[in-house]
């Protein structure tokens, strides 16, 4: 049965540093790892989606790498900013799209 | 604005009550999900629909009973629920299931309140 893992739970950073988000999982027959982004109150909104085949996705400041032989996949974020204030989630998925969630990283960055 | 909408998004009801969470996506996509959301745990997947068939049922309770009437809409029928029931209920949509660039797209969610 797949698992999957958020560390660390939250995060405070001061505006401007660089962080990375780790996210594992113990079943490496993945089809695709996603991250979302999710403010509160709202819905999820995809960040970046790595197929299995693939080692990292970019996209403006965030850069998501897979190492799916050890079950891990972390999500950079460059020169944080306040706006970047969410819970963070990632999520495997099994080849019928069956997304299994992690229970997010909540990012705090402060001015 | 995802080209998910859900209604209502707040609902209180008590456990005697019916009540109907609606979920329309203006996307063209040919599968539809329900999820759960409780407090300190992951996101539970309940229901996938694809093509307007259920293709996969976690083991959720018979008191929420789904409905996919087209490919644009999904229903989800609650009665006789329980306080434990109070979540965030989300709805997704994809172009289908099973396909390595498949996103989903989220709605906005229904936080529903069980008294």
């Known amino acids: 049965k797949q698992e999957v893992t958020q560390i660390p739970a939250a995060l405070s950073v001061p505006e401007g540093e660089n962080l990375v988000l780790n996210c594992s999982f113990t079943?490496?027959?993945?089809?695709?790892l996603q991250w979302f982004r999710q403010d509160p109150g709202k819905g999820l909104t995809s960040l970046l989606l790595?197929?299995?085949?693939?080692r990292e996705q970019t996209s403006g400041r965030l850069n998501a790498s897979l190492d799916k032989s050890s079950g891990r996949s972390t999500l950079y974020i460059a020169a944080s900013q306040p706006g970047d204030s969410a819970t963070y989630l990632c999520a495997a998925s099994s080849n019928t799209g069956k997304l299994i969630f992690g229970q997010g990283t909540t990012l705090q960055v402060k001015p | 604005e995802t080209g998910v909408t859900q209604t209502p998004r707040h609902l209180v009801m008590g456990m005697t009550n019916k009540k109907s969470l609606k979920c329309e996506q203006h996307?063209?996509?040919?599968?539809m999900y329900w999820y759960k959301q409780s407090a300190k745990k992951p996101l539970e997947l309940m229901f996938v629909y694809s093509l307007e068939e259920r293709v996969e049922n976690n083991s959720v309770p018979s008191r929420f009973s789904p409905e996919c009437p087209n490919s644009s809409h999904l229903f989800l029928h609650l009665h006789t629920l329980q306080p434990e029931d109070s979540a965030l209920y989300l709805c997704?949509?994809?172009?289908?299931?099973?396909?390595?660039?498949?996103?989903?797209?989220f709605g906005a969610g229904t936080r529903l309140s069980v008294l």
């Open positions: 996307l063209g996509h040919n599968a």
């Open positions: 790595i197929q299995s085949s693939q």
């Open positions: 079943d490496s027959a993945i089809y695709n």
């Open positions: 997704a949509s994809s172009q289908g299931v099973g396909q390595a660039k498949n996103i989903q797209y």
